[in-house]
C-alpha cells in the first residue's frame, strides 16, 4: 500500500483539507507577495497539485481544476493574485488616482512608467495593474476590506 493511500484511509477529505489549511496553506500563503512571480513558484505549484492529489485520492487527475473547485482551495497563482489586489487596497492610499472627477477611471490608480524589470515586477506596481484591471463592482467594495476579501467569490 502506498503511502498516499494509507493516509487516505485513516483520514476523511475533511480531516485533510483542514491539515491542508492548518499546514501547507500557512506555509504557501507566508510572504507570497514578494515570492509568488519568481521561477521557483511553479515548483510549488506542483507540488500544491500533488496534495490535491492525496487528498482526493485519485493520482489519475490529469487536472487538479475541478478538485480545487471542490475542496474551495485557491492554486497558488490565484492565491498570489489575490494577496496582491489585497495588499493594494490595504495600500491604495499610498497611490496617486488617475483622476479625481467622477469618471470611468475614476477608482484606478497611476502607475508610473517603468522601464526596469525589478520595479515592473514588485509588489507596489503588479498591485497597480492588477488593481486597474478590476471590474469596476469589485474596486467600489475596496472601502470595506472584510467585504472586499469576499468580493470575487460572491461576483
Known amino acids: 500500500m502506498t503511502s498516499d493511500r494509507l493516509i487516505k484511509s485513516f483520514m476523511s477529505v475533511d480531516v485533510l483539507r483542514s491539515a491542508y489549511f492548518l499546514y501547507v496553506l500557512s506555509i504557501i500563503s507566508y510572504e507570497i507577495i514578494f515570492w509568488g512571480n519568481l521561477s521557483h513558484s511553479e515548483e510549488i505549484s506542483k507540488i500544491q497539485k500533488r496534495i490535491i492529489r492525496i487528498i482526493m485520492n485519485s493520482s489519475k487527475i490529469a487536472s487538479c481544476h475541478q478538485p480545487f473547485k471542490e475542496l474551495n482551495i485557491l492554486p497558488i497563482q490565484s492565491k498570489y493574485i ?12 499610498q497611490f496617486l488616482r488617475v483622476h479625481k472627477k467622477n469618471t470611468s477611471q475614476t477608482f484606478n490608480l497611476y502607475a508610473p512608467t517603468a ?3 525589478v520595479y515592473q515586477n514588485s509588489v507596489d506596481y503588479s498591485g497597480i495593474k492588477i488593481h ?10 475596496s472601502g470595506d476590506k472584510n467585504i472586499f476579501k469576499l468580493a470575487p467569490k460572491v461576483l
Not at 489575490?82 to 492610499?93: C, E, P, Q, R, V
Not at 486597474?132 to 467594495?141: C, Q, R, V
Open 132 to 141: 486597474n484591471h478590476l471590474p469596476t463592482a469589485i474596486k467600489d467594495l
Open 82 to 93: 489575490a494577496s496582491i489586489i489585497l495588499f493594494g487596497t490595504k495600500n491604495k492610499d
Open 115 to 117: 522601464y526596469l524589470a
